[in-house]
């Protein structure tokens, strides 16, 4: 009897636990809308509408020219600074040391960036100095400040820029020949120093295969002797190339030689 009792007061206690429960998911699943009606949801609007003085339109056009530029900003900082240069080199040095991914992708664009805010920093002092803080401060306005901006990145391009590179782009332009460097215009600079760049950074690249090839060379030439044909030689060459570049401080000199390469 006291068996049948406690089954059955067993079986109550499931019961009305089953019940609580769901009560509770259905008072769970009726707030539910009540919560979602009173979020409030942002509306967003995009329109075209009447402005009530020319200053209103010179504003809208100050930001949409802002916004262009901040598009660009990822272009101009690879094409027209030391960038290009730099990491095409660690590319060609990771090529002749024949280390596949090593060191990965994201390392060498690192360091390539870390090292062109290096180069570039005079640069972005000058600008700072010349064309920001007046402009912040009210002295100059807008234009005259985008004029001052570009003096400085100007004169860095032209001091790493060919003539022949510029003469190019000159005749292409159909321009006539400048008297001096200044009256070139910008959008002439640009290109040319781009393929100056690439030109300075294929030329370092040459020169840091050399002592990688001669080196895969020796060893090729030591296994042929030995009759082992079958055998890579950059298995045998990869070491000894690691050895070389850390018995020299490659990294020194590569970072130095390239820093000093713009002078």
Not at 12 to 39: C, W
Request: net charge positive; with cysteine.
């Amino acid at each position: 009897m006291r068996c049948e009792s406690c089954s059955q007061r067993g079986a109550e206690r499931r019961s009305r636990g089953r019940r609580i429960v769901g009560l509770s998911l259905l008072l769970l699943l009726g707030t539910l809308p009540v919560q979602a009606q009173q979020i409030p949801l942002p509306s967003l609007q995009v329109g075209v509408g009447q402005a009530n003085n020319p200053e209103q339109v010179a504003l809208s056009l100050q930001i949409l020219l802002l916004l262009t530029i901040l598009s660009l900003a990822p272009a101009i900082l690879i094409m027209m600074t030391s960038f290009a240069r730099i990491v095409v080199v660690l590319a060609f040095l990771r090529q002749a040391m024949g280390t596949q991914q090593m060191p990965p992708n994201q390392v060498l664009v690192g360091l390539a960036l870390f090292l062109s805010l290096f180069i570039m920093f005079p640069v972005w002092q000058q600008i700072n100095s010349k064309a920001l803080q007046p402009y912040l401060t009210h002295e100059i306005s807008q234009p005259e400040a985008l004029t001052r901006a570009a003096a400085p990145l100007r004169e860095f391009m032209l001091k790493q820029t060919r003539e022949k590179d510029l003469g190019l782009f000159v005749s292409l332009a159909r321009l006539e020949r400048p008297q001096s460097t200044a009256s070139l215009p910008t959008w002439v600079v640009i290109p040319a120093f781009m393929i100056s760049e690439l030109k300075t950074a294929f030329q370092i690249g040459f020169l840091l295969y050399i002592p990688f090839l001669v080196l895969d060379m020796v060893v090729a030439s030591i296994l042929l002797s030995m009759g082992m044909m079958m055998l890579p030689p950059i298995l045998i060459s990869l070491p000894f190339k690691l050895l070389l570049f850390v018995l020299v401080d490659g990294w020194n000199l590569i970072v130095g030689s390239l820093v000093r390469s713009f002078g």
